[in-house]
């Protein structure tokens, strides 16, 4: 067994503590990497607070992992020591099953293990990035491009592929009009991506008081949601939404805005159901469709994406001391655009 020095919450209102953990002895085809960064994602709050059901207390968060293999297995072959590689939302799936076959290993039919908050095929529970080591089979491993740091390669592991994957899936290419609601984590990454695939890009946010960066970072239009002449500006312009807001907002509002044949993707997934009015979609052939993180493939896809497009997070490094200040940062959107966690602090 490997111990690991780690952060952990131990209940739904409960700060962090320091915490130890032990890391499986490498399997077979496993690689030990000691984590030099950790992402905060809204995932990690929503998950550390029960907001998505019932937790196996004491929980470590984390899965936007950057760091080194340290160590490999006998038979691993992608990796060797020294490599720098990322961990994302997931550490396994059962590799049969038709989604797994098509690289799709976070839609696994008999459910993908996640980083953290899971129970992996040897019964222990996982533990995520916020600790220094971590024992991940290399089929789950990806390579970080020599062009993107690790510090800001971490949020690409989660922030980068979410937004990636359903652009990807629903063509936010050149002549497209995209719309991204909410200038966080995920949001400011979908505003980069959809750029760089060529859309044009418009930002949906509360305020006005992103809006140069949201522009610097690509965007063509800004807008705030808290003037309702946006919403009858934009009436029936786009051909897809990205909704990555961490709370229920009215759909109906959001659903307006697409043109005919238009899809609205749901990222953002606060733990309370939502309601909505049909007419807002039969009206115009619209859909609504959800979308979870990528996989494996497309991840890597992703990152060499980025590092060929020059495309990284705006971040702000913290300590690990700072984890609960980080949390209620990102709670009141004060955060540009995403805390990472230098885990030589841990
Ligand atoms: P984040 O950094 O907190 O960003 C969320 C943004 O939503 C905020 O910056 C804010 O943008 C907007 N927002 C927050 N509360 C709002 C409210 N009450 N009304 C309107 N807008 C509000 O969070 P994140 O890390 O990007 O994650 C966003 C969501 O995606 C979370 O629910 C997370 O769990 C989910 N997620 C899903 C997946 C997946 O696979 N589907 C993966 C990762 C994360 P403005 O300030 O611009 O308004
Ligand atoms: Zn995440």
């Given at each position: 067994m490997i111990t690991a020095k780690a952060r952990a919450v131990d209940g739904p209102d409960k700060p962090f503590r320091v915490a130890e953990i032990k890391r499986r002895n490498l399997d077979a085809k496993d690689v030990l990497i000691e984590i030099k960064y950790a992402g905060i994602c809204h995932s990690d709050i929503h998950t550390a607070h029960g907001e998505w059901g019932q937790v196996n207390y004491p929980l470590v968060p984390g899965h936007e992992i950057a760091g080194i293999v340290t160590a490999v297995g006998?038979?691993?072959?992608?990796y060797k020591v020294g490599d720098r590689v990322g961990v994302g939302?997931?550490?396994?799936?059962?590799?049969?099953c038709e989604n797994c076959q098509k690289g799709e290993e976070q839609y696994c039919l008999k459910g993908n293990i996640p980083t953290y908050a899971g129970v992996d095929k040897y019964g222990e529970p996982t533990q995520g990035g916020y600790s220094t080591h971590i024992v991940v089979s290399e089929d789950f491993v990806v390579t970080i491009p020599d062009a993107i740091e690790l510090d800001v390669a971490a949020p690409l592991l989660c922030a980068g592929i979410t937004t990636y994957s359903p652009l990807n899936h629903w063509g936010a290419g050149s002549g497209r009009k995209v719309a991204v609601v909410g200038m966080g984590g995920l949001g400011h990454m979908a505003v980069q991506i959809s750029h760089a695939m060529g859309a044009e890009v418009t930002v949906l946010s509360q305020?006005?008081?992103?809006q140069e960066d949201g522009l610097q970072l690509g965007a063509d239009h800004y807008y705030a949601?808290?003037?309702?002449e946006t919403f009858k500006k934009l009436a029936?312009?786009?051909?897809l939404i990205i909704n990555t807001v961490s709370a229920n907002i009215n759909m109906d509002a959001y659903f307006s805005?697409?043109?005919?044949d238009g899809t609205l993707v749901n990222?953002?997934?606060?733990?309370e159901p939502l309601s909505l009015n049909v007419m807002s979609l039969i009206g115009h052939r619209r859909s609504f469709a959800g979308s979870l993180i990528g996989g494996i493939r497309e991840t890597q896809e992703m990152l060499d994406f980025c590092a060929a497009h020059n495309i990284a997070p705006k971040i702000e490094v913290v300590s690990a001391d700072q984890i609960d200040e980080a949390y209620q940062r990102v709670l009141a959107s004060d955060v540009k655009y995403r805390f990472v966690i230098d885990i030589s602090t841990m």
């Open positions: 006998p038979n691993t072959t992608k939302c997931m550490v396994d799936s059962c590799g049969e305020t006005l008081n992103k949601t808290n003037d309702s029936r312009t786009f051909d805005l697409l043109t005919l990222v953002g997934a606060p733990g």
